[in-house]
């Protein structure tokens, strides 16, 4: 098991570019969530997904945010423009049933720095 | 918005003590969970407690909690240097829409 894949690791990028962070989650998990984690605000829910699809996405902060899993086994987080306050690190995690029922697996996370 | 509450923010401790971590929280939850990060890494899972437990034991780790003071305590026995890390309390309360929500942590430094 290679546990919850990301990438790029880190993403250094110029205000105004687009982002894409990229999620692998474990085979088999039908839940994945895209957090933030910022010093300020600590870990924050943005979006999850059950079976592909999405379910709640109250936490988006903005329009510029959209996520997207196409299938069961890759899932995307883009922000289109980049600001600066988006510099954070990402953190997509997978589990086997949701509402908290079974642990949520993470994977390392994306460290994004927007200058 | 957050449902738990570490408390304390930090603590520094010498190896081999133990080292006592809280969790406070405000509305009913299902279960309450607590999870470790190391620095530069994602968050590990290491124990879930549910409504109707009061304690949970998984190797050094012992879990309480306390439904009527809406409060859970980490115990970590007889600590080492790999314990050095933060750590996070999650709840998810008892609504029909309710997610897993994390406080800020706690920050243990375990000095060799």
């Known amino acids: 098991d290679a546990g919850v894949i990301q990438s790029p690791r880190h993403e250094v990028t110029e205000m105004g570019q687009e982002v894409t962070l990229r999620c692998k989650p474990i085979?088999?998990?039908?839940?994945l969530f895209w957090y933030r984690q910022t010093m300020m605000r600590g870990l924050e829910l943005l979006i999850y997904?059950?079976?592909?699809?999405?379910?709640?996405d109250s936490g988006m902060p903005e329009d510029r945010f959209s996520a997207k899993m196409p299938n069961a086994s890759f899932s995307t987080l883009k922000i289109q423009p980049s600001e600066p306050r988006d510099s954070a690190v990402y953190f997509c995690?997978?589990?086997?049933f949701g509402q908290g029922r079974s642990p949520l697996h993470f994977g390392n996370g994306t460290r994004l720095t927007v200058t | 918005s957050q449902q738990g509450e570490e408390d304390p923010q930090a603590l520094s401790i010498q190896e081999g003590e133990n080292a006592t971590m809280n969790c406070s929280y405000k509305?009913?939850?299902?279960?309450l969970q607590w999870y470790r990060q190391n620095s530069g890494r994602g968050l590990v899972h290491l124990i879930l407690?549910?409504?109707?437990?009061r304690e949970k034991h998984s190797g050094r780790l012992r879990v309480t909690l306390d439904t009527s003071k809406k409060s859970s305590s980490l115990l970590i026995t007889a600590s080492r240097a790999a314990d050095t890390a933060s750590y996070f309390c999650?709840?998810?309360?008892?609504?029909?829409?309710?997610?897993?929500?994390f406080g800020k942590g706690i920050t243990l430094s375990v000095r060799p």
């Open positions: 995690a997978s589990s086997l």
């Open positions: 997904f059950n079976n592909n699809v999405p379910i709640d």
């Open positions: 999650a709840t998810i309360d008892t609504g029909a829409n309710s997610k897993l929500t």
């Open positions: 509305t009913s939850i299902n279960n």
């Open positions: 407690i549910r409504s109707n437990e």
């Open positions: 085979s088999g998990h039908d839940y």
